[in-house]
Each structure stands twice: as C-alpha cells, then as structure tokens.
C-alpha cells in the first residue's frame, strides 16, 4: 500500500492507538469524513440553487466509543497544536459545557457535541471521541462540515440508528446552523457523505436531490490543483451572514422564495434599486447558470472548456458577490499567465483556497508563477495540493 492509503491506514492506525491511551480503553471504530472543494457552484446553496462539489482525499477521522450516561467526550489532536482546550465534557440533552461555559477556545467542540444533540432526537447517545484531521483548517476546504460528518456516522453506528445519508446531511447542517451559529447550506454535509470517486455531485439545495456527474481531470491531460492560499477564514463572522442576510432581502423585494426561482435576470434588475443588492442578485442567478453549464460540459467530456467557466465565477464572486480577497485574486491572474486554463476562489470568502485547472505538463510552471507572485508581495508561501475527486465518509475500522 502506497500514497494516500497508507496515508489515510497510517493515520486511522494512530488514532485507534491514541484513543486508547486517552480513555483507557479500546475504540469500536474508527469513521472518516472527507473535506471538499467546490468545483462551481458558491453562495447559491442557501439559495435555494445548484452547487458541483467534489469530495478530497484528506478529511477528518473520529475514533469512538459507546457511553450509556448521556455524555459527550471530545478530546482532538489537532486542538493541542492550536492551544485550544483539548478535552470538552458535555451533554446530548443540552445544558451547558461541563469544561467552564463555552469560551473561545472551545469553539471546535460546538461542531462534535451540536451533532449529538441533534441527533439525540433520532436515538444516538453519549459517547466519547478523539478526533483528529489531515485537512487544512481554514482552508475553505469545509474541515467543520467532514467534523459533523465523521461524528453523526460514528454516533449512528455506534448506537445502531440507521438514518438516510440524504437525511443525514440535512442534521448535520441543522446542528451547524443551530447549534454553531453558522447559517450554512447543506452543500458541504452532502459532498462529504455523498459523493463517489471520479465524480462530482450535482446537487439541488432545495430538493436534495442529486446526481453524480463524471468528473476525472487526469483522463483528460489535466490538473487540478487546490492552492491554500494562507488567508485563514471564519464564517462565524459577519460578513458571510451579511450576504445571506443581503439574498433574502433581495428574494423578499422580487416576491419568490429564494434567488433560485429569478427567471428574468434583467427584470430583477429592473426593480430593485439598491445597487449592492442588484450585484448580489446578479451573482446568485449567473452562478446557478454556470453550474448547470459545467455539468453539461463533463457529461460532453469537455473537461478543459471547464476553465472558462471557473475564471467567470471567479469575476462574479470579486466584483458582484465582493468576497474575494487579495491573495486568491493573485493566485488566479498567475496562474493564467502561466498557462493554466482557469481558476476561482472557493467557499465562503474571505480567505482560504483557490483551486486551478492546468494541463498537467503545465503543472509545476503554474504553481512555480503562483509562489513567486506570493514572493514579490512578501506574503507567507501558498501550499499546493493536487485535488482527486474521492468518495464520501465511511467507517475505516474494523473493516
């Protein structure tokens, strides 16, 4: 075994082994959930509107076992290099956090134990957990999405609830949005528990309902790079709730329930006549056009014309939807400059990752132009990594 499964066996290996030395006791199992990318597809999922995401490698594994006292116990790895408390005790029934309130540096906890007190309504239980991740955080890469993932598929098995992974994904959203305070759509829940290797997934926020849509960059001479531009993001600030807050004015002013359902772009325009609201709308109904044109581009097997469509989400999301920031604006203009066919930001703004598509003997030419760029303006150097489309979360161990 070699690359990233010895990898990913490597890490699920070390967790078992620390679970153990933490709470004295073997864990039953072992669940991983992926991170994601975007493909195409940002801000439209609270919309009401389409999205093409895709599941990566990388994600977050939970070792866990069973408790019958109604207890939640978090203990993550990735916590201590952060020097964030490491340990958090609390209850599925709700109540507050036994480790003194709810502070700041428990922040990470609320994804874990929001799960589980959602979940208590369907029959899971208490149950103590070590976490641990190779994913970036802050990446925009959804690391607390594959968190509530990981964690609602440990506490299912472990408590024998079966529950749809559809439905599932809606929970997990639900115990963001409620539990966290982050007014999420549920693109992110469902890549990573629903998507399959070679493919990305259309998905229809408003019905649930999606389709896996071939998507393998490397059988068509190409790369698709993730660049972790450094920019650390945090949706639990205001600006992604602005923007939301921003759609729901614009749909409440056009009369429909969500921008999803604008059909006469020009009309809305029309009508409403505040000019950040106008930019707001313009972004959501082309974003959702450029989604449905993507899809048709990879069911033609049209994989390098994908790159226009990239470059235009990304101007959408600078100018119209105003969530880009410096870096991923640098990172997109050198690496077309040094060939690379398109790229966008992804998530939520204001930081995180930009994902480009390069021919693969270009690859090393766009990334060499991105670093040097990153250089000139003494920023702190990107990190790069090569984006395979992979299947959404499972249980690891025992096999």
Request: glycine share 12%; net charge negative; aromatic share 4%.
């Amino acid at each position: 075994m070699t690359g990233p499964d010895a990898a990913s066996a490597a890490l699920t290996a070390a967790l078992a082994t620390a679970f153990t030395g933490v709470f004295g006791r073997e864990p039953e199992g072992v669940w991983h959930a992926p991170g994601r990318v975007n493909l195409i597809g940002e801000h439209t999922d609270y919309n009401d509107g389409f999205v093409l995401p895709f599941a990566l490698s990388l994600g977050v594994s939970v070792a866990a076992a069973r408790r019958d006292d109604g207890v939640i116990e978090v203990r993550s790895l990735q916590a201590e290099s952060t020097r964030a408390q490491t340990h958090v005790t609390a209850s599925v029934d709700g109540g507050p956090v036994v480790s003194e309130g709810w502070p700041s540096d428990h922040a990470w906890a609320a994804y874990p134990v929001g799960v589980a007190r959602v979940l208590r309504e369907h029959g899971t239980g208490g149950a103590s957990l070590l976490i641990d991740s190779d994913l970036p955080q802050g990446a925009g890469l959804s690391s607390s999405a594959a968190l509530e993932c990981a964690t609602a598929l440990a506490l299912c098995d472990l408590h024998g609830v079966g529950i749809d992974r559809p439905a599932l994904a809606r929970l997990a959203q639900r115990a963001e949005n409620e539990q966290v305070g982050v007014p999420c759509g549920l693109m992110d829940q469902s890549a990573s528990l629903l998507c399959t290797p070679g493919h990305a997934l259309m998905l229809d926020c408003r019905s649930g309902l999606s389709s896996q849509v071939p998507f393998a960059p490397a059988g068509s001479g190409l790369t698709l790079l993730v660049v972790d531009t450094r920019a650390s993001h945090a949706l639990t600030g205001g600006e992604y709730g602005r923007r939301r807050a921003e759609c729901e004015e614009a749909a409440s002013l056009l009369g429909v329930d969500a921008l999803r359902d604008v059909k006469d772009l020009a009309g809305a325009l029309g009508t409403l006549r505040d000019p950040v609201l106008r930019r707001r709308v313009q972004h959501v109904v082309t974003e959702n056009h450029r989604v449905e044109a993507a899809v048709g581009l990879l069911r033609a097997g049209a994989v390098p014309e994908l790159g226009a469509m990239l470059n235009a989400s990304h101007l959408s999301l600078r100018d119209q939807f105003e969530v880009s920031w410096p870096e991923a604006d640098t990172t997109v203009d050198a690496a077309l400059r040094a060939g690379a066919r398109g790229g966008r930001m992804v998530g939520g703004g204001f930081g995180g990752s930009v994902i480009v598509l390069a021919p693969a003997d270009r690859a090393d030419r766009v990334r060499d132009a991105i670093a040097a760029a990153y250089d000139e303006r003494g920023w702190t150097p990107p990190e790069f990594l090569e984006a395979v489309p992979s299947g959404g979360g499972r249980r690891v161990t025992p096999a």
